[in-house]
Every structure is written in C-alpha cells, then in structure tokens.
C-alpha cells in the first residue's frame, strides 16, 4: 500500500472522482469533507467504486482543532498522513461576484489553516487545486504556465491567486516542503459508472450541470450568457476537461512529489496547467451535446454575465513532458457521461 494521503473536499465533484483514482493507484485515502457542496451520497459512491471502507470526517477547513484531530487521530491509528490534495474551495464565480467576503473567508483562511496543520504534523507533500481563473482576461492563448497573473476577473480567481501565494511563501520557512499546483480549465463529465458525478446544491452554477438538469426539465431553459463577445460564434470559450482525465493528473503529480523532483530542481513548487489545449464555445457545447445523446437543449440568450472571461484555454505541454499525462478523452464522451449520471439522479425521476 502506497502513503496516506488526505484528500479534502473528498466528497465535492472533483475530489470523489480524484479519491477514486488515488485509490485504484494503491494511495490510501482519508476523506474530508464540511458538505457545504456535496452530500453523503458521494461518499457512498466512492466506497463502492473502491470496495472499502475509506474514513470520512465531516471537517471545515476553517477548523484548526478539528483538522489537527483528523492528522492526530490518523496517526494514532498507524496510519501517518504524508499527503495533502486540497480541494476544498467555494467555486462559483457568479457567487463570489455577489459575496466576496464569504469567499475569502472560506478559500484563504482555509487554506492557511491547512498549511499550519500540515507545518506541525510535518507533512510535506501537498496537491493545490488552482484553477485558469488565475490568469484573468488572458492576453495570448492557449495560456502556459509563464502567463502573468492579470487582475482577476472575480473575487472567486482571487481567491486561488491569494491560495497560490500563501503557499510559494509557505515554502520559505518550511525548506522540506514541496508543492504542485495544479490550474484546471472546466471539468465536466462524471464516472463511466454513474455512481458519482457532479452534484451542485440548488441551482448549478456552471454550464454542464445546468444544461443537463435543463434537458431533464428540473430547470428552464439554459441562458447562455452573451453571444456578442469577439468570438467565431459570439459565446464564451472554454477548455472542458473530462473530470477522470482531470483525476488521473492528481495522481500523476502526487507521484511526482514522492519521487522528489521537485527538491531536484531546487524550487519546492511547479504549477501546471491541466485542460485539453483546446477550446470550445458555448453553443459549441450544447450542439456537441444534442449530437452524442440525441436531446433537444432548450436555451436562451442572456446579457452578459460579470466576472466572465472571454476566451481562455490550455497550453498543457509542462503536464505532458513533466508529469507524463495528458488529456485522453473528447468533449462528447465527457458530455455523455455527464448526461448518464443526470439521468441516475433521483431528481430526474
């Protein structure tokens, strides 16, 4: 059995899915999760993708007293955490556009509490789930890594451009600590099996998710927030990543930690950008949707929405050549899946 890594957020959409291939690469897996944007279903879910019983806790990471019980109890029990991917994050741009307060009390503060725990249990390797938001309104693409952080478009990118820098200064006191960043684009998709997949609380903030509920008549119809942007077809540009390639990245650059690359380039830290390194529109999508599944998407069009960029997708040679992973499969195969695990749900009964 590899190490034991704790996998915050475990229960969100991202990591259920990242849990299930850390564990079918043979890391064992300690969850952590507050639900504030997943349930326990997913925990389930995960269990029975995995065969095993893989220990939760219901932990804020606000929470200092509650994350040092974790590693505390975690290591008392002879299982020594040596691995952190934090995934746990407030994620709605839209959201954090209307409560920026809520999102930096949450996303940072949670983030520097982590380190601190991490710092006194002396815990070196850790996975941050960044994200392309970083970047702001990019002014070449597709974007690499090198790209300047621009002003953020939303308190949401601010909030992973504050996280990104709490942890370069993490590493100045803590020399043994090592981190890789890893800067999604827009995963969707869910598990080929449909026993998790994305589960948004209330109304889905992101388009897939939306879309798939529009289609299943839990909602109206999808807006598609302006079709006048300097675009070919005038809808936003996005790189969209099935969330098991997304998965399988997390254990590639965990991997990586372990085998010490990164204190062999004598920087502690590297980031990559994870996305397919191309994009695709908004109409794009829904025509890409109605293809593979054969149903009509009932949409409108909107204003613009604030805090939207405008065109953004991946340069992701680095992930290539360093972490050895790439993207495998397409933007119907993701839609499809997602669809899959819609049609599973109990609201779509």
């Known amino acids: ?30 969850l ?39 590693f505390r109890t975690e290591q008392e029990m002879g299982h020594e955490i040596k691995g952190v991917i934090h995934f746990a994050a407030l994620k709605s741009v839209g959201e954090s556009v209307d409560n920026p307060k809520m999102y930096e009390e ?11 725990v991490m710092r006194e249990f002396d815990v070196d390797n850790l996975v941050f789930s960044s994200s392309c938001t970083v970047y702001g309104e990019p002014e070449v693409v597709p974007v690499d890594e090198n790209a300047p952080f621009l002003e953020a478009e939303s308190p949401y990118g ?12 993490h ?41 798939c509920q529009s289609v299943a008549g839990i909602r109206g119809a999808l807006q598609v927030f302006g079709t006048d942007y300097p675009t070919p077809d005038g809808s936003c540009i996005r790189d969209y990543l099935h969330v098991m390639d997304l998965a399988e990245a997390h254990v590639s650059a965990l991997e990586y930690l372990f085998k010490d690359k990164l204190r062999g380039k004598d920087t502690g830290w590297r980031a990559y950008n994870l996305g397919t390194g191309k994009g695709a529109s908004v109409l794009e999508v829904i025509k890409a949707f109605e293809k593979v599944t054969g149903r009509g998407v009932p949409y409108s069009i909107a204003e613009r929405r604030e805090g939207d960029v405008v065109a953004i997708w991946a340069n992701v040679s680095r992930a290539k050549d360093e972490l050895g992973w790439e993207a495998k499969r397409s933007l119907q195969e993701a839609l499809n899946d997602s669809w899959q695990w819609q049609k599973k749900r109990p609201d779509s009964q």
């Open 32 to 70: 952590l999760d507050n639900y504030s944007n997943s349930d326990v279903k997913a925990v389930h879910g995960i269990r029975s993708l995995i065969n095993a019983q893989v220990p939760f806790y219901e932990v804020d990471c606000r929470d200092k007293d509650g994350l040092i019980n974790v």
């Open 1 to 30: 059995m590899k190490p034991s890594i704790l996998v915050t957020g475990g229960a969100g959409y991202i990591g259920s899915h990242t849990s299930v291939s850390l564990a079918k690469a043979g890391f064992r897996v300690i």
């Open 106 to 116: 949450n996303n940072i503060v949670g983030t520097e509490r982590l380190l601190e």
């Open 158 to 169: 601010f909030t992973k451009q504050a996280c990104e820098k709490l942890i370069v200064d």
């Open 171 to 211: 590493l100045t006191p803590n020399p043994k600590f090592n981190a890789v960043i890893l800067r999604y684009f827009n995963p969707i998709g869910a598990h080929p099996s449909a026993k998790i997949g994305e589960s948004p609380h209330g109304v889905p903030n992101n388009l897939v998710p939306y879309l």
